[in-house]
């Protein structure tokens, strides 16, 4: 059921433009209105005026990397529990521990599929309308 996905803000953080148009295109094909950011200044410039369900974030970023976008996230109160999912093009176990030290809610590998994309969503959004009455 795509319709789950239409009231959905997500925030793409990323450094590459592929990355950030292959992740917009998908999520705006499903209903999702899609708010992009090139690094992590960027995206702390629009997130406050954007107030996104999710946001997906890029480990290696020039600046600011994902770790520290997602730690000064997680410690603004008004986006703590705002879900964060960390991309790396690395598997890597100390990137995924380090990753939840600074409390990022998944961890995806790029390239990631459409499936794991929304599936990351399904998990940390509650995207049927039905439940979030009960939210």
Do not use: W
């Not at 950030?20 to 995206?43: I, P, Q, S």
């Not at 996230?73 to 790396?88: D, E, G, H, R």
């Not at 590998?109 to 940390?124: C, M, N, Q, V, Y």
């Amino acid at each position: 059921m795509e319709d789950d996905f239409k009231s959905l803000k997500v925030m793409v953080i990323d450094d590459s433009k592929t990355i950030r148009r292959t992740a917009e295109t998908l999520l705006k094909k499903v209903g999702c209105t899609v708010v992009t950011a090139t690094d992590g200044f960027d995206a702390l410039a629009k997130i406050a005026d954007t107030q996104p369900n999710i946001i997906f974030v890029d480990i290696m970023m020039p600046r600011l990397d994902g770790y520290q976008t997602c730690a000064l996230i997680k410690n603004n109160s008004a986006f703590k529990s705002t879900p964060v999912i960390m991309l790396s093009s690395k598997d890597g176990l100390f990137d995924k521990a380090k990753g939840r030290i600074v409390g990022s809610d998944q961890y995806l590998t790029k390239p990631f599929s459409k499936e794991e994309l929304l599936g990351a969503i399904r998990a940390h959004v509650n995207t049927s309308s039905s439940a979030s009455a009960n939210a």
